[in-house]
């Protein structure tokens, strides 16, 4: 059983930045973020696997977002989320989640076992 707490979202003006965190109990392997929207499907914004050697983003945040994790100890797997010169659009839920295999697309929701409850992220204009 893992379990995934989220901290960091808000409200912001456009070209701010904020750092989502999320803290991972349990063992862990690749852990991402997604977004969701009322009406839309859950949205891959990025991933990084357990050792971090690999990151991946969706084009929507590139060069603008950047994910982290550290793995020490003491912080039980937690990984960041640094996002910069946000806009209106990205204004959503933000998810943490944990893929526990290798099997499926690191982009694909449906491949992630378990899922933080959420958080927050406003963007005005």
């Known amino acids: 059983q893992v379990q995934l707490v989220e901290s960091g979202g808000g409200l912001v003006q456009a070209g701010g930045s904020l750092r989502l965190s999320c803290a991972a109990s349990g063992r862990t392997y690749t852990m991402g973020w997604f977004r969701q929207t009322p009406g839309k499907e859950r949205e891959f914004v990025a991933c990084i696997t357990k050792s971090a050697t690999n990151t991946y983003y969706a084009d929507s945040v590139k060069e603008r977002f950047t994910i982290s994790r550290d793995n020490t100890k003491n912080t039980k797997n937690t990984v960041y989320l640094q996002m910069n010169s946000l806009k209106p659009e990205d204004t959503a839920v933000y998810l943490c989640?944990?893929?526990?295999?290798?099997?499926?697309?690191?982009?694909?929701?449906?491949?992630?076992?378990?899922w933080g409850q959420g958080t927050q992220v406003t963007v005005s204009s």
């Open positions: 989640a944990v893929k526990l295999s290798g099997r499926g697309g690191v982009s694909d929701p449906r491949f992630y076992d378990y």
